[in-house]
């Protein structure tokens, strides 16, 4: 079982669009669009990451018989 | 060998977290915890093999079941204690991860006490008390 | 490969879609400034050669550049067709107007107004009403034209960053 790699590209790629677009946002002067379109994208990584936290989780689970 | 592809998963992820640290601490805080997920992930097909071995010396050995699985229970506590520590301390909150530990060493006592009851009487059971 | 064709069809989509909007707002201005020439060039028909609103009307539309001179003319063929009153022509027109260009809310609300004063009073009324929505057409024009310079770059670039963002949460 191997993980795939690419997600890690993925969460860094959504950080620095991410970053990106609250920069420009900001310079225009829409301050609070740029905090929301940050909080989207830190919960939109934050999924992937909860996903594979998940995994990981279960995977001790069932290796150390730590069911239930 | 996997092992490089570890350290190279390592290396690019510091220099992305780098990247994105100054603009979106919280997504690069994220970044830092899927790459300690992955490598626990990888490591726990290894440890998986270990313990299988384990098992079956146990097996072999005659050795009551529960033994065995209570040991292997204890070492996954402190497997998940110490990921949940070292994910939290990489957060910078060092007093929720020491909590954490406790928490996880509390565990493993209560999982001990069988074993530990099993072995007290069997002391007493070979020096009856009158 | 098929996923490569994908990622590049949504980005092109956002790109596209960012490339409107910035062309809407440097177009708004532009338009704002024909309808303030038309009013002018109206005001100059009715007021010195105190010709009939028909006759006007197609005098401005001879006179300015195209989406505009269609308008004008279109009003003015109608006013033949109908003999009633002039505003629910007008109206109807702008509303066709405001529906394909990109003039906003406040600019038609701006040509409504000054389409209920129009035929309804003698000259100078009429003068003066004209000199009111061309007042009113500057302040919309001085704010479309902030717009434009604020937002113009900043909508393409978002534009883009979203069609790479969508692309990388598909990914």
């Known amino acids: 079982m191997t993980l795939d790699t690419s997600v890690l590209f993925q969460i860094a790629g959504i950080g620095i669009i991410v970053a990106m677009i609250h920069t420009i946002l900001k310079q225009m002067g829409k301050e609070e669009y740029a905090q929301f379109v940050s909080l989207i994208g830190f919960i939109i990584v934050l999924l992937f990451v909860l996903d594979s936290i998940s995994d990981l989780f279960q995977q001790i689970r069932s290796v150390f018989f730590l069911q239930g | ?130 | ?171």
């Open chain 2, 1 to 130: 060998m996997e092992l490089f592809e570890v350290i190279s998963i390592g290396v690019i992820a510091s220099v992305l977290f780098l990247l994105i640290k100054d603009k979106q601490p919280t997504i690069a805080f994220l970044v830092v915890l899927f790459t300690v997920i992955y490598f626990f992930l990888f490591i726990m097909q290894y440890v998986q093999e270990i313990l299988r071995l384990i098992a079956y010396l146990g097996e072999r050995a005659n050795i009551n079941s529960v033994y065995i699985k209570t040991i292997l229970q204890i070492i996954g506590i402190s497997y998940i204690t110490e990921i949940g520590a070292n994910i939290v301390r990489d957060a910078g909150l060092k007093s929720v991860a020491v909590k954490i530990e406790m928490v996880g060493k509390v565990f493993i006592l209560i999982l001990a006490i069988p074993i530990f009851q099993s072995l007290i009487e069997t002391i007493i059971n070979i020096f009856p008390i009158t």
């Open chain 3, 1 to 171: 490969m098929i996923k490569l064709l994908a990622s590049l069809f949504i980005i092109g989509a956002s790109v596209l879609l960012g490339n409107e909007y910035a062309n809407n707002l440097v177009n708004r201005p532009r338009y704002i400034r024909f309808f303030k020439n038309a009013l002018q060039i109206l005001e100059a028909e009715i007021v010195y050669s105190q010709e009939t609103i028909k006759e006007s009307l197609h005098a401005v539309s001879n006179q300015i550049p195209e989406p505009l001179a269609t308008l004008f003319q279109h009003i003015a063929d109608d006013i033949q067709h109908d003999q009633d009153e002039l505003y629910p022509i007008w109206e109807k027109h702008i509303h066709v107007f405001y529906r394909s260009n990109p003039i906003q809310v406040d600019d038609k609300e701006i040509l409504l107004q000054f389409g209920r004063t129009l035929g309804q009073h003698d000259v100078i009324q009429q003068q003066k009403y004209i000199r009111l929505a061309i007042n009113h057409l500057e302040r919309t024009l001085k704010e479309a034209d902030d717009k434009h310079h604020r937002y113009g770059k900043m909508a393409r670039s978002v534009g883009v960053l979203i069609g790479i963002f969508i692309v990388l949460l598909l990914l």
